[in-house]
């Protein structure tokens, strides 16, 4: 079947909007991508060509297509789309990015190594960032000052990070000049605006300084993971392993496919948990204040119902997660509304794909519409309303329609992770303060969109309960 853009026939891709020639479709984004192309998929159907720049790019946004496209077909989507900052952040050797079997063989690494930190709990680590931050709120609440939460989030999450993987933290009263927080900052600042060589190539020799910053910023956490590799390896000792770091040497070691890896591989994924693990918690972080600003019941509802579990004065750990109904559903609630990756990451055709009555070319950029599902009245009661109700009666099509961690055998490795850090921190914030707006306003809700959906920066009131 041949696709229309707009009555401009598309050799058997889906239809799609009419690209103009070097811009494609970018100029039609705005200032909120997510939602211009949540308008493209209503007008086009489940499966949309776009063309980001020179990119020819289908976008996913029917749940059933999605499933046979990751699930069933998932050999044929399992690569990445790398553009040309991509290419410079993992060279191809890192998880994020890599393809084909480089990338299986490090992701079982990883996984392996993952699944084992449950047994020896690791994610203790995390627990300690939690009640870390927590003092330092502590501090803040007994002050009176308006709190912007911005940054000590955002040290939370890379503590969470590199704690659990590297056993490293930095202070959160302490300026620091910690190369990893500097470079992820670069890293961040440098990929969260978009860059538009990645989509136009020819415009790659007016953004060199930009280009090259990255490469710094990355080329110095690479260093970093590198020589934590090297004290890791003189230090490790089998029967208490620290850290993640020791889990991965002792899959390493005991893998069958032992000669196949390399510091340099291992390194580069490592910087991964920080580029990926960095941004995406704290923003959930950030929406989860907001949200619980704008409702002042339901925050109520998640103290009460903490302290009734947990208990007024103990510290609430990962055991009382399934007894907290209530905070359970606030964060999935959180991570719906407001999903920091609003397109997953960019997914390449390995090969041509059918699929709808529509032809995938080999090469082809797929993105999953995380945002889009989850905003689909089709799916779902009111999508713009937050309401973790929703999750406790079991009312929504929740399956392939909420997917804020992608899906199939390449979705978030660090999910656990995540949800362990979103769980400690948030049941921490909420059973010892309370939030409330300075001026008695609502927050904005709406956000900002840059590589993942932000919230605009804030100050709040944070009183001790
Ligand atoms: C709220 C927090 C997070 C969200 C919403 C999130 C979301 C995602 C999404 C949508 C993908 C792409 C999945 C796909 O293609 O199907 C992904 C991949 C990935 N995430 Fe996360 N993530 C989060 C936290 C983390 C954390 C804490 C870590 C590390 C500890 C992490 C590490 C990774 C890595 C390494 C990948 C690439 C996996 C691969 O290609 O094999 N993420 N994440």
Not at 76 to 87: L, P, V
Not at 116 to 136: G, P, V
Not at 407 to 428: N, T
Request: charge should be negative; aromatic fraction near 10%; proline fraction near 5%.
């Amino acid at each position: 079947m041949d696709g229309e853009h707009d009555g401009w026939l598309t050799n058997g891709m889906p239809p799609g909007p009419f690209p103009l020639p070097v811009l494609g479709n970018l100029h039609q984004l705005g200032k909120m991508p997510h939602k211009a192309l949540k308008k493209f998929s209503e007008k086009y159907g489940g499966l949309t060509t776009i063309f980001l720049g020179s990119v020819p790019t289908v976008l996913v946004s029917d749940p059933v297509i999605l499933k046979e496209l990751i699930i069933t077909k998932s050999e044929q989507i399992i690569d990445r789309y790398n553009s040309d900052s991509a290419q410079i952040i993992g060279q191809e050797k890192n998880l994020l990015f890599a393809k084909g079997p480089y990338w299986k063989k490090y992701r079982k690494l990883f996984t392996g190594a993952m699944t084992k930190a449950r047994t020896h709990n690791i994610a203790s680590r995390i627990e300690q960032q939690a009640i870390n931050l927590n003092n330092f709120f502590g501090n803040y609440a007994a002050s009176g000052q308006p709190l912007n939460p911005h940054d000590y989030i955002r040290r939370y999450s890379l503590n969470g990070v590199i704690d659990y993987s590297f056993s490293d933290f930095v202070e959160y009263e302490s300026e620091t000049d910690h190369i990893v927080i500097k470079a992820a900052e670069i890293m961040e600042e440098i990929l969260a605006t978009g860059n538009p060589h990645d989509y136009i190539p020819f415009l790659k020799p007016f953004y060199t300084a930009k280009r090259e910053a990255l490469g710094n910023a990355v080329g110095q956490v690479w260093t970093y993971c590198e020589e934590a590799i090297n004290i890791h390896r003189k230090s490790l000792n089998e029967e208490k392993p620290r850290d993640l770091l020791d889990l991965l040497l002792m899959e390493w070691d005991k893998s069958d496919e032992k000669d196949f890896y390399e510091d340099d591989g291992l390194a580069k994924c490592l910087t991964d948990l920080i580029v990926a693990g960095h941004e995406t918690v704290a923003i959930t972080l950030g929406w989860l204040i907001i949200f619980m600003v704008n409702n002042p019941e339901m925050q109520e509802k998640v103290y009460e119902e903490l302290v009734q579990v947990v208990g007024k004065g103990n510290h609430p750990t990962l055991h009382h997660r399934n007894s907290t109904t209530y905070l359970n559903a606030v964060l999935k609630e959180t991570l719906r509304i407001r999903t920091a990756a609003p397109l997953a990451l960019p997914r390449s055709a390995v090969e041509d794909i059918e699929i709808g009555g529509y032809t995938i070319p080999k090469g082809t950029q797929v993105l999953m519409a995380v945002y889009g599902l989850a905003m689909d009245d089709n799916h779902w009661d009111s999508p713009e309303e937050f309401n973790p109700d929703r999750w406790i009666k079991e009312t929504s099509s929740s399956d392939y329609t909420y997917i804020p961690f992608g899906l199939g055998p390449r979705m978030c490795v660090g999910m656990g992770v995540a949800k362990d850090e979103l769980y400690y921190a948030a049941s921490q914030m909420l059973i010892n303060f309370k939030w409330t707006s300075c001026d008695g306003k609502p927050l904005d809700d709406e956000g900002v969109s840059r590589i993942a959906l932000e919230y605009k920066q804030y100050q709040i009131k944070v009183s001790k309960r």
